[in-house]
């Protein structure tokens, strides 16, 4: 039996909330220069092209498997990308995806329990905002590079 909850933000704001953040998140790729997207690190941390790796296998195909209650194994990194515009392009291609399968979303659905990628069994709004907070976490990496490499990123707030 599916149950309703009280709402305190509607689906299409959560999904306007996700999307502002995805499209700063696009505005960082594109502010990188090519060679330090995919090289640059401090401190043992990850390129840029690696979280967005991570991004690209947990957004589209965690809410894919969300919608269609198909549990994948996660799978970061399998496409070989090369190119800063490959990534862009895959970023796009996502995000589009994301807005087709948040129409599939029932209401009902995010109070539901999903088992995310095979790890993570928690109900399907927690699952949708840690897609949000990861993504928040590794642009905050992304702005040290930055900022590290004298680019001035965006505010974070111009979503």
Same mark, same amino acid.
């Given at each position: 039996?599916?149950?309703?909850?009280?709402?305190v933000?509607?689906?299409?704001?959560?999904l306007?909330h996700?999307q502002?953040?995805?499209?700063?998140?696009r505005?960082l790729?594109?502010?990188?220069? %090519? $060679?330090?997207? =995919?090289e640059?690190?401090?401190?043992?941390?990850?390129p840029? /092209?690696?979280?967005?790796?991570?991004? @690209?296998?947990i957004?589209?195909p965690?809410?894919?498997?969300?919608v269609?209650?198909?549990?994948q194994?996660?799978?970061?990194?399998? %496409? $070989?990308?090369i =190119?800063?515009?490959q990534?862009?392009?895959?970023?796009?291609? /996502?995000t589009?995806?994301?807005?087709q @399968?948040?129409?599939?979303?029932?209401i009902?659905?995010?109070?539901?329990?999903?088992?995310?990628f095979?790890?993570?069994?928690f109900?399907?709004i927690?699952?949708?905002?840690?897609?949000?907070?990861?993504?928040?976490?590794?642009?905050?990496?992304?702005?040290?590079? @930055?900022?590290a490499l004298n680019?001035?990123?965006?505010?974070?707030w111009?979503?």
């Open positions: 039996m599916k149950t309703l909850a009280a709402q933000i509607t689906s299409e704001d959560l306007k996700w502002g953040h995805r499209a700063l998140t505005r790729i594109e502010l990188f220069p %090519e $060679k330090d997207f =995919f640059f690190s401090i401190g043992g941390m990850r840029f /092209s690696k979280l967005v790796d991570e991004l @690209l296998a957004a589209a965690g809410l894919r498997g969300i269609n209650r198909d549990v194994p996660f799978d970061e990194g399998s %496409e $070989k990308l =190119f800063k515009a990534y862009l392009q895959k970023w796009d291609e /996502s589009a995806e994301i807005n @399968l948040w129409e599939k979303l029932a009902e659905d995010f109070n539901e329990t999903f088992n995310l095979g790890q993570y069994e109900p399907v927690h699952n949708i905002l840690y897609f949000i907070d990861n993504e928040v976490h590794h642009r905050g990496q992304a702005y040290v590079y @930055l900022r680019i001035e990123p965006p505010f974070f111009e979503r």
